[in-house]
């Protein structure tokens, strides 16, 4: 594994800060924010484990397996430790919700996958892993939100989504502190690239083909997400569901043009507004 570099950026794969969505993040109720703050912290409790460059694989297991109790609140733990707390209060909020705790499970499943897994073959191989971690945090975000059972699989399209961009920007950082490739090495073969060029200082060709590729799954994907801000039962959610899905859309729009390696800057403020416009409109309309 190639240790960090002067172009490492820190790993952040939590998918759970407010940061990703501002604008949306703005509209929602106190409430809601609230608890998408715990789904935030118990998400970014197992990355942390399974992303740290320092633990051994046998370390981040034990650590996961006591996440594994917390979520299912398994009395005598130690309360003091962040994660444990992070866990035991998702699983409060879940419960009081009557909401499954699976799907908690599930991401618990993904992080210890990584633990073991630094590369797929496949991008069926990847949406497999995406559909552990991603989708059932769509999920829970959406069923806190009280969507409608039919908008569910769109939920969960979009949280795909907004993880594969996530895995876009991120795959430089993964590969310097872990040695983890999640986008497909067949990608990078049919490309002409290698998954060494990640190393780079600036994106050769054949890896901007590569990251070409994963953006154009995502944008897929947002497209199957369409309209799932229409099942949400409130017009505040809808334009806030709608806000998020146009801040996707942009975040792809700046990958795109972005060389990945030297990294992505996020909107600046005209196209910030045009963004929480467009989204504040279809919300309102829908």
């Known amino acids: 594994m ?17 940061s990703i969505f501002p604008a949306a993040y703005r509209i929602l109720p106190s409430e809601l924010s609230g ?21 051994d694989m046998s370390r981040k297991e034990a650590q996961l397996k006591i996440l594994a109790q917390a979520i299912g609140s398994t009395q005598g733990l130690d309360t003091q430790d962040t994660a444990v707390r992070s866990a035991l209060a998702l ?3 879940l419960q009081n919700r009557g909401l499954d705790i699976q799907d908690a499970g599930q991401m618990l499943q993904a992080a210890d996958q990584d633990i ?12 497999a892993w995406c559909r552990f971690w991603a989708a059932p945090i769509g999920r829970i975000a959406f069923s806190l939100a009280k969507g409608g059972e039919q908008g569910q699989a769109k939920a969960e399209s979009f949280a795909i989504a907004v993880q594969i961009l996530h895995l876009v920007e991120q795959a430089p950082a993964q590969y310097r502190w872990l040695g983890r490739v999640y986008l497909p090495t067949r990608w990078f073969r049919e490309a002409g690239s290698d998954v060494s060029e990640l190393t780079g ?15 154009g799954e995502a944008r897929q994907l947002l497209d199957a997400s369409a309209g799932f801000y229409r099942h949400l039962p409130t017009r505040r959610l809808r334009i806030a569901g709608a806000t998020a899905q146009c801040e996707a859309y942009a975040w792809a729009h700046v990958l795109g043009r972005a060389d990945i390696l030297i990294g992505a800057r996020r909107l600046n403020g005209i196209n910030r507004l045009i963004v929480s416009l467009t989204g504040f409109l279809r919300g309102l309309i829908s």
């Open 201 to 215: 200082v600036i994106s050769t060709d054949g890896l901007n083909r590569v990251f070409a590729h994963a953006l």
């Open 35 to 55: 608890t998408y703050k715990i789904l935030g912290e118990y998400a970014a409790a197992l990355r942390t484990i399974a992303d740290h460059p320092a633990l």
């Open 91 to 93: 699983h409060h909020v």
């Open 116 to 127: 073991h897994k630094i590369s797929y073959p496949d991008w069926s191989d990847l949406l």
């Open 2 to 18: 190639n240790a960090p570099t002067e172009h490492s950026k820190p790993l952040n794969m939590s998918n759970g800060d407010a």
